[in-house]
């Protein structure tokens, strides 16, 4: 299968992971800072689904052992706090534009697209081809 096409999958199915998550966040917990906390669970929830995906079927990529994949997932999320301020800004941008749940996830779906575009580059230069195995 084509790698964008692939990606694209993997990327919808994140974001589903994503905003699902935060969703169920939301639905349990609807105090104080409930918003923020579902962002930043749904933020991890996503990001451990994207790993896994791109590291075995876009980038074909083996550890060598359990520190060398949790040094790479490292190099994986450092890579993503970029992205993550793209997808934040536009998700907290929605939510505080049009003060709607759906409107906060719009936002988000919209943030996280871009974000995964540039995401897709900077694994590919900087995580996936040079923290190869030794």
């Given amino acids: ?50 790993y896994v995906l791109d590291k075995k079927w876009i980038f074909k990529f083996k550890v060598a052992n359990a520190k060398h994949d949790a040094s790479t997932f490292a ?25 709607t749940k759906e409107a906060r996830y719009i936002g988000a779906v919209i943030g996280l697209a871009i974000g995964y575009i540039t995401k897709y580059q900077l694994d590919k230069r900087y995580v996936f081809a040079t923290h190869r195995a030794s």
């Fill in 75 to 99: 190099l994986y999320t450092v890579m993503g706090i970029v992205t993550t301020v793209i997808f934040w800004a536009f998700e907290f941008g929605f939510n505080h534009a049009f003060h």
């Fill in 1 to 50: 299968m084509n790698i964008a096409i692939l990606y694209t999958i993997f990327a919808a199915v994140s974001t589903a992971a994503n905003i699902g998550a935060q969703d169920l966040s939301t639905r349990l917990y609807s105090g104080l800072g409930a918003v923020p906390f579902s962002v930043f669970i749904g933020t991890g929830i996503g990001l451990v689904v994207k």
